[in-house]
C-alpha cells in the first residue's frame, strides 16, 4: 500500500507523477526528451538502459514496464530477459553490450564506472554523446526506482497493465496524456 494517497487507478510511477503535478512536468521533459528524443542510440537501447537500472535496484514497477517498452520497440521479448541475467550474451551488438555495462555500473555507483569500462565502449564505436546519455539516463532510473519503491507504490492487479503501459510509452513518450488518466479507472 502506498505511503501517501495516490490514485488506486494509476499504479507506480504514475500516480506520483500525477499526485504532484508540477514536479512531474519538468521530469516527465527530462525522459522524453532522453528516452524517444533525437539520439543515435536507438528507443528501443534507450528502454534496455532503464531495465538494465530498474532491474539491478530490484524496482518491480520499473522494470515490468521498459522491459515492456523494449519489448515492443525491439519486437523481440527474449532480449529483455537475456540482459537481466548476463548482457554480455545476449544477441546485441558490442557498443550496446559496453553501454549497458557502464549503465549496470552507473547503477552500483557513479564511481563505480571505470575508465576501463568507458574505453571498452569507445572501442565498440560508442560515442562521447552515447557514453554521456547512457550514464544520465541510467542515474535518471536509479532516482525513479527510488521514487516509485520509496513511496511504496502499487504494483497493477491486471499484468496486461504493463502491456498497455509499453503501448502509451511507445506511441505517446512520456508526456502526460492530453485526457490525462480517468479512463484508466474501471
Same mark, same amino acid.
Not at 547503477?107 to 560515442?127: F, L, M, N, W
Given at each position: 500500500?502506498?505511503? @501517501? $494517497?495516490? &490514485?488506486?487507478?494509476? $499504479?507506480?510511477?504514475?500516480? /506520483?507523477l500525477?499526485?504532484?503535478?508540477d514536479?512531474? &512536468? $519538468? !521530469?516527465?521533459?527530462?525522459?522524453?526528451? /532522453? *528516452?524517444?528524443?533525437?539520439?543515435?542510440?536507438?528507443?528501443?537501447?534507450?528502454?534496455? !538502459?532503464?531495465?538494465?537500472? =530498474?532491474?539491478?535496484?530490484?524496482?518491480?514497477?520499473c522494470?515490468?514496464?521498459?522491459?515492456?517498452a523494449a519489448?515492443?520497440?525491439?519486437?523481440?521479448? =527474449?532480449?529483455?530477459?537475456? @540482459?537481466?541475467v548476463?548482457?554480455?550474451?545476449?544477441p546485441?551488438?558490442?557498443?550496446?553490450?559496453?553501454l549497458?555495462? !557502464? &549503465?549496470?555500473l552507473?547503477?552500483i =555507483?557513479g564511481? %563505480?564506472?571505470?575508465?576501463?569500462a @568507458?574505453?571498452?565502449a569507445?572501442d %565498440?564505436?560508442a560515442?562521447? *554523446?552515447e557514453?554521456?546519455?547512457t550514464? /544520465? !539516463? &541510467?542515474?535518471?532510473?536509479? *532516482?525513479?526506482n527510488?521514487?516509485?519503491?520509496?513511496?511504496?507504490?502499487?504494483?497493477?492487479?491486471?499484468? =496486461?497493465?504493463? +502491456?498497455?503501459?509499453?503501448?502509451?510509452?511507445?506511441?505517446?513518450?512520456? +508526456?502526460?496524456?492530453p485526457?490525462?488518466?480517468?479512463h484508466?479507472?474501471?
Amino acid at each position: 500500500m502506498p505511503y @501517501i $494517497p495516490v &490514485a488506486a487507478h494509476l $499504479p507506480g510511477i504514475t500516480g /506520483l507523477l500525477e499526485y504532484r503535478m508540477d514536479t512531474a &512536468a $519538468p !521530469i516527465r521533459a527530462l525522459t522524453q526528451f /532522453l *528516452l524517444r528524443g533525437p539520439n543515435t542510440l536507438s528507443q528501443g537501447d534507450r528502454e534496455l !538502459i532503464a531495465t538494465i537500472v =530498474s532491474h539491478g535496484n530490484e524496482c518491480r514497477f520499473c522494470t515490468t514496464a521498459h522491459a515492456a517498452a523494449a519489448d515492443a520497440l525491439l519486437g523481440d521479448c =527474449s532480449i529483455t530477459e537475456q @540482459i537481466k541475467v548476463d548482457h554480455f550474451k545476449a544477441p546485441l551488438p558490442e557498443k550496446t553490450k559496453a553501454l549497458l555495462e !557502464i &549503465a549496470r555500473l552507473v547503477r552500483i =555507483s557513479g564511481k %563505480a564506472v571505470t575508465e576501463t569500462a @568507458i574505453q571498452q565502449a569507445k572501442d %565498440a564505436g560508442a560515442t562521447d *554523446l552515447e557514453i554521456h546519455d547512457t550514464v /544520465l !539516463i &541510467a542515474a535518471l532510473f536509479c *532516482l525513479y526506482n527510488r521514487y516509485v519503491d520509496g513511496l511504496a507504490t502499487a504494483l497493477p492487479e491486471d499484468p =496486461s497493465y504493463f +502491456n498497455q503501459l509499453a503501448d502509451r510509452l511507445v506511441h505517446h513518450g512520456y +508526456n502526460r496524456l492530453p485526457q490525462g488518466y480517468d479512463h484508466l479507472k474501471k
